[in-house]
């Protein structure tokens, strides 16, 4: 058999068992990475690249005193959207204790350890979905203990759109909350000059960079009243949308606006 006509045959039966191999490879590199001690490493390396950038940036012109707004509306839902949220332990008072809900997602796992070590304790649900989630999911534990950390005078932050839904949506999870607790949904935004969105991400992920302007706004609280059916807490969900929306804009125009010397 000539030697081209060997290959041919030969090449069809090794190419799978490289796919097999790589397949192999990848699970295994994957596992190594959600183990304890890698979960561990990775975050306290973002956890320290978070604090240099935070101490890089400098205040942008303009932005709304969340200090005296957190402090005003304690114990509140601070909300804002994924993909905007890696800012979020910078403009909580080092004051007030609060709680963050973070998915289940075995992803999280990473951001749990970095949002640990900014001293806010975590619970693990869908903030999206909390409302409608089955106790298996821990949608329905995760809302009782938001209610009971905000009975207990914590504050929650929280993330508004449903984690692979659509993108800058608010859910009814944290309306719901709001609802249940009687406290004041906070809609937040926190931008800065320099960063890198990372478009293929599904949220747009942005990751802040070192070095220049951080912008933080916060829109008028919203109370959700105790009676609210279900019109009115569709409403008032489309009105959180509306109003993160317009903290996140007004953000990055505070950010990127050039100022004179």
């Given at each position: 058999?000539?030697p081209?006509?060997?290959?041919?045959?030969?090449?069809?039966?090794?190419?799978?068992?490289?796919?097999?191999?790589?397949?192999?490879?990848?699970?295994?590199l994957?596992?190594?990475?959600?183990?304890?001690?890698?979960?561990?490493?990775?975050?306290?390396?973002i956890?320290?690249?978070?604090?240099?950038?935070?101490?890089?940036?400098?205040?942008?012109?303009?932005?709304?005193?969340f200090?005296?707004?957190?402090?005003?509306?304690?114990?509140?839902?601070?909300?804002?959207?994924?993909?905007?949220?890696?800012?979020?332990?910078f403009?909580?008072?080092?004051?007030?204790?609060?709680?963050?809900?973070l998915?289940?997602?075995?992803?999280?796992?990473?951001?749990?350890?970095?949002?640990?070590?900014?001293?806010?304790?975590?619970?693990?649900?869908?903030?999206?979905?909390?409302?409608e989630?089955?106790?298996?999911?821990?949608g329905?534990?995760?809302?009782?203990?938001?209610?009971?950390?905000?009975?207990?005078?914590?504050?929650?932050?929280?993330?508004?759109?449903?984690?692979?839904?659509?993108?800058?949506?608010?859910?009814?999870?944290?309306?719901?909350?709001?609802?249940?607790?009687?406290?004041?949904?906070?809609?937040?935004?926190?931008?800065?000059?320099?960063?890198?969105?990372?478009?293929?991400?599904?949220?747009k992920?942005?990751?802040?960079?070192?070095?220049?302007?951080?912008?933080?706004?916060?829109?008028?609280?919203?109370?959700?009243?105790p009676?609210?059916?279900?019109d009115?807490?569709?409403?008032?969900?489309?009105?959180?949308?509306?109003?993160?929306?317009?903290?996140?804009?007004?953000?990055?125009?505070?950010?990127?606006?050039?100022?004179s010397?």
């Open positions: 058999m000539p081209a006509e060997e290959d041919q045959k030969t090449a069809p039966a090794t190419r799978p068992k490289r796919r097999k191999w790589r397949v192999r490879l990848q699970r295994r994957k596992a190594a990475s959600r183990s304890p001690g890698a979960v561990r490493f990775v975050g306290r390396l956890y320290e690249a978070l604090r240099g950038i935070r101490a890089s940036q400098r205040p942008a012109a303009d932005s709304s005193d200090d005296a707004i957190l402090h005003r509306e304690h114990p509140a839902i601070v909300a804002l959207w994924h993909g905007q949220h890696l800012l979020a332990p403009f909580r008072p080092r004051d007030l204790p609060y709680l963050a809900l998915s289940r997602s075995a992803d999280a796992e990473i951001n749990a350890a970095v949002v640990e070590r900014f001293g806010i304790e975590t619970v693990r649900g869908s903030g999206g979905r909390v409302r989630a089955a106790s298996e999911k821990g329905v534990r995760a809302l009782i203990r938001m209610k009971r950390a905000l009975d207990d005078g914590l504050g929650i932050c929280m993330i508004a759109d449903v984690p692979k839904g659509t993108p800058r949506e608010a859910g009814l999870g944290i309306v719901t909350l709001a609802r249940l607790s009687g406290r004041p949904i906070v809609p937040s935004a926190a931008v800065t000059s320099r960063r890198r969105v990372l478009e293929k991400t599904w949220d992920t942005t990751l802040p960079l070192p070095f220049g302007r951080i912008a933080v706004v916060m829109e008028e609280p919203i109370f959700v009243p009676q609210a059916g279900a009115e807490l569709e409403a008032i969900r489309a009105q959180l949308t509306l109003a993160i929306e317009r903290a996140n804009r007004r953000a990055a125009d505070l950010a990127d606006r050039k100022t010397h």
